[in-house]
RNA sequence: GGCCCCGUAGCUCAAUUUGGCAGAGCAUCGCACUCUUAAUGCGCAGGUUGAAGGUUCAAGUCCUUCCGGGGUCACCA
């Protein structure tokens, strides 16, 4: 082995003491009778009436040694159980063994009977116990204080470079990320379960795409050498779930993994999460109502409640949520009504007006963009949907039958934050093929931001595509907001870091 | 990509303001201890201060470049 650092050393010293004498450090089984709650359990409920014989396993994440008696904690994935160790009854070459080769993170079984301890912890008292794995690099040395019941971390692994580039380490010591990772499942779980029971389909559709689409991002572009062809990784499923409803299915949605290749924030990684789902026979407007639904059935079945805490905000998401008009929202959060500036000119004038400054390049459409992120979108904290946006930056979307400038198209926020993206779908398949020639004069000007014609899209609208509502949705975003993580990395279990390490020599760093 | 902040022992942090022998707690190692739980007490060891250059008698500290991270802005139908 290269590379060890001498606590390392120390450790695989110890592991091959074991070794010699006749004890494997990674033995090929494990036996368990108990989890440590299962121990636990056991021996509230029949405390005093039996003895309870226990076998469990885990790692062992503390160790108190008090001369001819040891204390220690083994955790598993239920929790931990304390561990006592007697001269007495093991003999002091194992007790010796113990303490000279055993170490905190190493992985053990243990067995035993239960007993609870003067101070009144139900705790195993050991009668043997063996390695199930060495852990040479020792885990980052948190310490747990429990205070009025409350644990607080002394020395936490807190660094958050070091948590994300190694996230294994991170999870084996800090509870509480195990526990944000179980609510991500958690809320995926609900997210299925709530659409399944409204008759959607599950379905998966391509990743790697010839033409991409459905969004406004750049993409990955890869290639299969095979077939000589290059190929997109998909920034959204919109456009293949569609074509799903033109093929008969009346609901079906998707919970997978898109790609933009763009800027990285704490709300944006490069591969993220998103739910998307699309309903024949509604509209914009059923799928408000679906959609404050369904995140308030998630809430219900994940935290027990409809009320999350956020960055220290009460966040309230049961239905029905606020509803406002983009256009009135705006007006009344910065006295410009949009629906006074029909030109980007005039509306750039009247942002310029009161302090707002714009790019001379952005489109009227683009310009409202900029005017909700900055100045609406991070004060909408209670759940808030806003409703009816500019046609050109919604090429997908049904145009209102009163204003063919305006489409059918809400976006949901909540925490200050974008949650979720809807609208009425565009069907007619002529006025969609002269929306895709319009972005595309838009973004002649930046050939990264133009986007294909996707003539099979339209092919597949020419047969007949019916009304229908669609939705998407950010499940990294949501998670967040359970979990009151500021930071999208800290639900995302390997977020994107720039590589670091060059030591393999290929120089893989040094090219950007 | 711009701007701001940060990078010191395995972990968490001092020392940077005003350049002057790089320190502590935990972990490790040794000793003591038969109901502890951040166990305790005593002792030892542990460092290319992210990297490379520069200024200086002297650099963790000042300057330049680079690497990595965090924040923010820009970008993000």
Not at 68 to 95: C, I, P, W, Y
Not at 470 to 477: L, N
Request: aromatic content about 8%; glycine content about 8%; proline content about 4%.
């Amino acid at each position: 082995m290269v590379g060890l650092s001498e606590l390392e050393k120390v450790r695989l010293e110890k592991s091959e003491r074991l070794r010699k004498a006749g004890q494997e450090p990674y033995p090929h089984q494990a036996r368990r009778t108990h989890t440590t709650q299962e121990a636990i359990q056991a021996y509230e409920s029949a405390e005093e009436t039996a003895t309870i014989e226990a076998t469990v396993v885990g790692r062992l994440r503390s160790i108190r040694k008090m001369g001819k008696v040891t204390f220690a904690h083994v955790e598993d994935g239920a929790g931990k159980l304390q561990l006592f160790l007697r001269e007495n009854e093991l003999g002091s070459e194992r007790m010796d063994q113990f303490a000279d080769d055993f170490d905190l993170g190493d992985f053990i079984e243990a067995q035993g009977t239960m007993f609870r301890t003067r101070t009144g912890e139900i705790t195993l008292h050991v009668v043997t116990f063996r390695m199930l794995a060495k852990s040479l690099t020792p885990l980052p040395a948190a310490k747990e204080e429990i205070v009025d019941g409350e644990s607080v971390m002394h020395s936490e692994f807190s660094d958050p470079e070091a948590r994300y580039r190694q996230r294994y380490a991170d999870l084996a010591v800090n509870p509480e990320v195990r526990e944000t990772f179980r609510t991500r499942a958690a809320i995926i779980r609900a997210l299925r379960e709530f659409l399944d029971q409204r008759g959607f389909l599950e379905v998966e559709t391509p990743i790697l795409q010839p033409i991409y689409g459905g969004a406004a991002a750049k993409p990955f572009t890869t290639h299969h050498n095979q077939l000589h062809q290059d190929l997109f990784l998909r920034i959204s499923f919109e456009l293949y779930l569609k074509r799903l409803l033109v093929g008969g299915f009346e609901g079906v949605y998707e919970i997978g993994r898109d790609f933009r290749n763009e800027g990285v924030s704490f709300k944006h990684n490069p591969e993220f999460t998103q739910l998307e789902f699309y309903q024949a026979y509604t509209d914009y407007e059923g799928v408000m109502t679906l959609t404050e639904e369904m995140v308030a059935f998630a809430a219900e079945q994940v935290l027990g409640t409809t009320t999350v805490s956020y960055r220290g905000e009460e966040i309230d998401l049961s239905p029905p949520w606020k509803r406002i008009e983009l256009a009135q929202a705006l007006k009344d959060a910065v006295g410009i009504d949009i629906r006074n500036h029909a030109d980007a000119g005039s509306l750039r004038k009247a942002m310029a007006a009161t302090g707002q400054e714009a790019s001379a390049q952005a489109s009227r459409g683009k310009l409202i963009d900029i005017l909700l992120g900055n100045t609406l979108e991070p004060t909408l904290i209670q759940p808030t949907i806003l409703y009816d946006y500019p046609r050109e930056i919604s090429p997908l979307a049904k145009s209102k039958p009163d204003d063919p400038n305006t489409v059918e198209r809400f976006e949901g926020f909540i925490g200050g934050m974008e949650l979720c993206n809807a609208f009425t779908e565009l069907n007619d398949p002529l006025e969609q093929e002269a929306r895709f020639q319009e972005m595309g004069r838009e973004f002649d000007v930046d050939d990264e931001e133009l986007h294909p014609m996707d003539e099979d899209y339209l092919r597949a609208m020419r047969y007949g595509m019916p009304p229908s509502g669609g939705f998407g949705m950010g499940v990294d975003r949501l998670t967040m907001l359970f979990a009151d993580k500021t930071s999208i990395r800290e639900v995302i279990l390997f977020p994107h870091l720039r590589s670091k390490d060059v030591e393999a020599g290929d120089g893989e760093g040094a090219n950007e």
